[in-house]
T-cell receptor
Framework: DQQVKQNSPSLSVQEGRISILNCDYT??????FLWYKKYPAEGPTFLIS?????DKNEDGRFTVFLNKSAKHLSLHIVPSQPGDSAVYFC??????????FGGGTRLMVKP | DGGITQSPKYLFRKEGQNVTLSCEQN?????MYWYRQDPGQGLRLIYY???????QKGDIAEGYSVSREKKESFPLTVTSAQKNPTAFYLC?????????????FGSGTRLTVV
């Protein structure tokens, strides 16, 4: 039972355009959502998070949107840069402090 | 400079041998985790520990063992019972108090069975 799903395994975007990565979840008890970025042969690094009481959080080029009624999370990267090419994981916390990860989306930003 | 250290970065094991992957953190985090990543796949939870001297099985614990004798250390042993151990292994830690940053991950160990 996948509680956090990233339905697009890959996404290709032109440099300078917007990248939109999507994530759906099923557990309404999740109270915190995060995005991680991962390069090959490295550990994931934290990118941005959002509490379930908010619907938007912005940090520089990265914005996360949360639609609780649709149980949908998205990450917007504007403008996209070649260095953003990586695998992005969305993740959600339950009250027990355990993170549930999505399967990841590989973003390729073409120069 | 606080962080989480995994060693070695690359490890080769002969079939039938046990091997131990090291994970050390100096972040004063209470919880620690082990994940496995296969090519093109997501992160699968092997074991986790919320406090010292206690740990729980994750989704794919068979063929693995752990210990948590110190807060800073959470070594993972890949035993000969693990049928397909070649993978990229990630250790992580987290604080009960600060949830906004989620888990802090190490840089990983790539294990190859030869």
């Amino acid at each position: 039972d996948q509680q956090v799903k990233q339905n697009s395994p890959s996404l290709s975007v032109q440099e300078g355009r917007i990248s939109i990565l999507n994530c759906d979840y099923t557990n309404s008890m999740f109270d915190y959502f995060l995005w991680y970025k991962k390069y090959p042969a490295e550990g994931p690094t934290f990118l941005i998070s959002i509490s379930s009481i908010k619907d938007k959080n912005e940090d520089g080029r990265f914005t996360v949107f949360l639609n609780k009624s649709a149980k949908h999370l998205s990450l917007h990267i504007v403008p996209s840069q070649p260095g953003d090419s990586a695998v992005y994981f969305c993740a959600a916390f339950n009250a027990g402090n355990m993170l549930t990860f999505g399967g990841g989306t590989r973003l390729m930003v073409k120069p | 400079d606080g962080g989480i250290t995994q060693s070695p970065k690359y490890l080769f094991r002969k079939e039938g041998q046990n091997v131990t992957l090291s994970c050390e953190q100096n972040l004063n985090h209470d919880a620690m985790y082990w994940y496995r990543q296969d090519p093109g796949q997501g992160l699968r939870l092997i074991y986790y520990s919320q406090i010292v001297n206690d740990f729980q099985k994750g989704d794919i614990a068979e063929g693995y063992s752990v210990s948590r004798e110190k807060k800073e250390s959470f070594p993972l042993t890949v035993t000969s019972a693990q049928k397909n151990p070649t993978a990229f292994y990630l250790c992580a830690s987290s604080s009960w108090v600060v949830r906004g940053y989620g888990y802090t991950f190490g840089s990983g160990t790539r294990l190859t069975v030869v």
